[in-house]
Each structure stands twice: as structure tokens, then as C-alpha cells.
């Protein structure tokens, strides 16, 4: 479950790193400002490193760094293809994906903690 959460928060960080390229942007047919950039980078890299960070703590920090590192790697690869393999026949679906995956995303995460699958800490 956890794997499946981190690939959807991979998903929604490399298309919105995707859409805060101005060319990406208006092949997707959105037309962000330029002002807002910087904000879509950020919050495309605070989602890769959400993402990090739950794939190493969802298997230990022993095995997590290793593995938990080559699997978010593997992940990146994954969503990074597959932006990059719907942009140019689909390019509308794009703003649809990353908003899709971050409401699934979050929607994960609450599901995962109200459910009381969330270790405990302490």
C-alpha cells in the first residue's frame, strides 16, 4: 500500500516539475504564471522527497536507505516515463494526472493512518 502511495506522490512530483517548464505547460494547454514557477518546483520537489522518505520508512531504516532508495529510483524512472510517454499524444491529460494522483495520493495517506497501518512511533 505504502509503495503504491509513494508512487502516486512520484507521480504528482514529476508532473508538476513537468508543467513548471513553460514549453510542457502550454503543450498541456495550461498557462500558469510565470511568478508561480518557483512554487510549482518546490512543491514538485517536496513531493519526490515525500515520496523518498516513505518508501525508506515504510521498509526500516536498516534495509530502507539501500532499497528503499533504489525502489523511489525505480519509481522516479517509472512516472518520468510515463509523462514522458503521454505528453506528446495526450498532452490535456497531463494537468489530470497530477491532480489525479495527488488527491489519490492523499487519500492513500489518511486511508493509511485513520486505519491505524501507520507505525507507531516511540
Do not use: E, N
Not at 520537489?45 to 525508506?56: D, E, F, H, Q, V
Not at 526500516?60 to 512516472?79: E, F, K, N, P, Y
Not at 491532480?99 to 487519500?107: K, Q, R
Amino acid at each position: 500500500m505504502m509503495f503504491l502511495i509513494s508512487f502516486l506522490w512520484v507521480c504528482t512530483g514529476m508532473g508538476t516539475l513537468c508543467l513548471a517548464m513553460d514549453r510542457h505547460a502550454k503543450q498541456a494547454g495550461y498557462f500558469p504564471a510565470k511568478a508561480g514557477a518557483g512554487g510549482r518546483r518546490l512543491f514538485g520537489a517536496m513531493c519526490l522527497a515525500g515520496a523518498l522518505y516513505l518508501t525508506i520508512t515504510d521498509l526500516g531504516i536498516g534495509m530502507g536507505i539501500g532499497m528503499g532508495t533504489a525502489l523511489w529510483g525505480c519509481q522516479a524512472s517509472l512516472a518520468g516515463w510515463l509523462i514522458a510517454i503521454i505528453l506528446p499524444y495526450r498532452a490535456k491529460w497531463v494537468p489530470r494526472i497530477v491532480a489525479g494522483s495527488a488527491i489519490a495520493a492523499m487519500a492513500g495517506i489518511l486511508i493509511y493512518i485513520v486505519a491505524g497501518w501507520a507505525p507507531q512511533i516511540g
